[in-house]
């Protein structure tokens, strides 16, 4: 079992929805991330925060917002999603974003867009 | 961007039989990773290797950070059917802060 746990496991949206993705670890972990995954390509890394604030955005368009509300817990809200979208949603946790820290990932929460 | 060589894109073995598959780039890494993710799944760390020459084995998998910095292998051996799944490699730069970079992964099919 991961010890990182995405909800929900599945989501549908409408591109006029409004959705949350959530994200929890519990190993203490200070660096947390969210990445897109397309089907049988590699995870793309979207946003990172290290000690709960934002230290990374590849340039992922405003309609993904991500939140960190406490060093556990790290939220992706959805607002106006295209249908290009529809992806694999992956978090992931690490010991503090050094070189020597792993990253974690969670199942993912798969994701389409009607 | 950064790019990972991963080779081979997939492979279609019978059980029992080993299994090698690596990566390679242009530019040196600090740390070299590998996952294997299964459908429907998030990607599981196999193996982490952190020094040059670095030889290590989790099981039946033994992966190697080159010598050069510049790639990395992964060995499974006796293979079994639990084995099919996608492996990606991946490597991290001290320059690169939290970025890791991903191979386009090996997808391994292996029939019973």
């Known amino acids: 079992d991961t010890e990182v746990t995405q909800t929900p496991k599945h989501l549908v949206m409408g591109m006029t929805n409004k959705k949350s993705l959530k994200c929890e670890q519990h190993m203490g972990h200070r660096a947390m991330y969210w990445y897109k995954q397309k089907a049988k390509k590699p995870p793309e890394l979207m946003f990172v925060y290290s000690y709960e604030k934002l230290s990374i955005n590849e340039s992922v368009p405003s309609r993904f917002s991500p939140e960190c509300p406490n060093s556990s817990l790290l939220n992706l809200h959805l607002h106006a999603l295209q249908p290009e979208d529809s992806a694999l949603y992956l978090c992931?946790?690490?010991?503090?974003?050094?070189?020597?820290?792993?990253?974690?990932f969670g199942n993912g929460t798969r994701l389409t867009v009607t | 961007g950064q790019q990972l060589n991963q080779s081979p894109q997939s492979m279609f073995i019978q059980e029992g039989e080993d299994v090698s598959m690596n990566c390679t780039s242009s530019?040196?890494?600090?740390?070299w990773l590998w996952y294997k993710q299964d459908p429907g799944e998030g990607p599981v760390l196999l193996i982490a290797l952190y020094k040059a020459g670095e030889l290590t084995s989790n099981g039946r998998l033994t992966a190697q950070f080159g010598i050069t910095r510049k790639d990395s292998f992964l060995n499974i051996s006796a293979s079994i059917p639990s084995d099919v799944g996608i492996y990606f490699c991946a490597g991290q730069k001290e320059t690169s802060g939290s970025r890791l970079t991903f191979g386009e992964g090996t997808q391994l099919t292996v029939n019973p």
């Open positions: 992931a946790s690490s010991l503090g974003g050094l070189l020597n820290s792993p990253l974690h």
């Open positions: 530019s040196i890494f600090n740390t």
